[in-house]
């Protein structure tokens, strides 16, 4: 398997525009995370999915923030309108959430800079 | 609210010195991973721990969990330069799929 992946992996964009990240999580994995990492607040978990279905959005910061997962092997987080204070590394992250719950494994991230 | 704490955050050493990283949980849960970040990389998985007592080895890295105290260790022995990385452990609560990370700790081993 090649593993979580995300694109873009670095993103530019200027304030106000909006901005889609993209994740192909792990094939037979049912739980998948979108987690934001900055210096200031190290990695927060935003939202999460099991079996498709949002379960926890309670991280996301605010209402420009939305992510859906509409099937099982793609899922997409997107900021709009996007501020500089979103700039960070946003990483998308699959496991096997079950009664053998495994370890998370993580995609490459997507650095996102707003200007 | 679950809270994971880790200590130190910050850690240099000298090549050949132990060391312990501490991992510290706030709410019930049977299950702690540890994993190792790159600057500028994602984050790697290097240790599942599955139930209390469990220890994991692997090379100069060993992790304990004990779920009565919530604390789990990351001991590293004998340190060499190629360790430096910063160190997250995460805990999944009980009953949820939902994995929060600690504060990270940033090893930085001198030659």
């Known amino acids: 398997d090649a593993g979580v992946i995300q694109s873009p992996r670095h993103e530019v964009t200027e304030m106000g525009q909006e901005v889609t990240l993209r994740c192909k999580p792990i094939?037979?994995?049912?739980?998948l995370f979108w987690y934001r990492q900055t210096m200031m607040r190290g990695l927060e978990l935003l939202i999460y999915f099991n079996n498709n279905v949002p379960i926890d959005d309670s991280g996301m910061p605010e209402d420009r923030f939305s992510a859906k997962m509409p099937n099982a092997s793609f899922s997409t987080l997107k900021i709009q309108p996007s501020e500089p204070r979103d700039s960070a590394v946003y990483f998308c992250?699959?496991?096997?959430?079950?009664?053998?719950?495994?370890?998370?494994?993580f995609g490459q991230g997507t650095r996102l800079t707003v200007v | 609210e679950l809270k994971v704490e880790q200590n130190p955050l910050f850690l240099s050493m000298q090549e050949g010195k132990n060391y312990t990283i501490y991992c510290n949980y706030s709410?019930?849960?049977?299950?702690l991973y540890w994993y190792r970040q790159d600057p500028g990389k994602s984050l790697e998985s290097l240790f599942v721990l599955l139930s209390n007592g469990a220890v994991k080895q692997e090379g100069r890295l060993m992790a304990s969990l004990d779920t009565k105290a919530r604390l789990s260790t990351l001991h590293i022995t004998a340190a060499v330069h190629d360790l430096s990385a910063t160190y997250f452990c995460a805990v999944d609560m009980r009953g949820t799929y939902k994995y929060i990370f600690g504060t990270g700790t940033r090893l930085k081993v001198l030659a």
């Open positions: 709410t019930t849960s049977d299950r």
């Open positions: 992250a699959s496991s096997f959430g079950g009664l053998m719950n495994t370890e998370a494994f």
């Open positions: 094939s037979g994995h049912n739980s």
